[in-house]
């Protein structure tokens, strides 16, 4: 059966969530502070994390870093209270799979958790991805432009692995938006161009390139500057 550990320090809101995800068909346990909640998310024994920023003893960012920095790939849906482009790129950029703003409908946060649980699932039997000179290891989390290693965020992560998947495709803003964070594109949020431009700052500014009015487009470059080939690799 599916784990869901939830770190919220308002025990009211924990107790709903764990109702709720109950009567869904998962398990959950609750822990109340920052330090236990990076104690039980390392402990392997759960499948998603639910993590609320404002947390005693440690807070929720720091526990995402502490996460990340671990090599933990448990997915983590994050709640906060601060309704911000700011806080969303914090929390997304620490390492977080997704971000929900206080108060939030219940069912649109069961969507999410099932969403992450499915992308959880299929990483497991991702290939690697090859688009000219620029390589994606799916399962080891990695990415390398000739042998050398970039060093990349969770979220840049997914952001990259969309672009490979759809090598040479324009994306819309709507439909990046909708396959890395997991919902639609609404108001003037400008995340995705955030994280475009910090994607081109550590793989080059060529590589993705601006089709204006419509999205952006991955080129795969060679050594040589020319376009090189694109698509899934499988692993061995």
Not at 92 to 113: N, V, W, Y
Not at 153 to 171: I, Q
Not at 194 to 220: E, F, M, N, P, S
């Amino acid at each position: 059966m599916t784990r869901i550990l939830i770190a919220d320090d308002e025990p009211r809101i924990a107790a709903f969530l764990a109702k709720g995800l109950t009567a869904a068909g998962y398990t959950t346990t609750q822990v109340f502070d920052g330090v236990k909640a990076l104690d039980y998310a390392t402990s392997g024994e759960f499948d998603l994390l639910i993590l609320d920023i404002t947390m005693p003893r440690m807070d929720g960012l720091t526990v995402l870093k502490n996460l990340r920095n671990m090599h933990s790939t448990i997915p983590v849906i994050v709640l906060t209270a601060a309704d911000s482009l700011e806080s969303t790129v914090a929390a997304l950029d620490g390492g977080a799979d997704d971000h929900m703003t206080k108060p939030f409908r219940f069912e649109e946060l069961l969507s999410r958790i099932k969403l992450r649980l499915r992308g959880a699932q299929v990483v497991a039997s991702a290939p690697t991805f090859v688009c000219g000179d620029l390589s994606l290891d799916v399962n080891l989390r990695t990415a390398e432009i000739r042998g050398r290693v970039i060093d990349l965020s969770a979220r840049e992560f997914v952001m990259a692995r969309t672009f490979m998947e759809n090598a040479g495709k324009v994306l819309s803003r709507e439909q990046l938006l909708s396959r890395v964070w997991g919902y639609h594109f609404e108001g003037s949020s400008n995340v995705v161009d955030v994280y475009v431009r910090y994607l081109r700052h550590k793989l080059g500014a060529d590589r993705i390139q601006t089709v204006r009015g419509v999205g952006y487009r991955l080129v795969c470059l060679g050594d040589d500057g020319t376009n090189g080939h694109s698509g899934p690799v499988p692993t061995p």
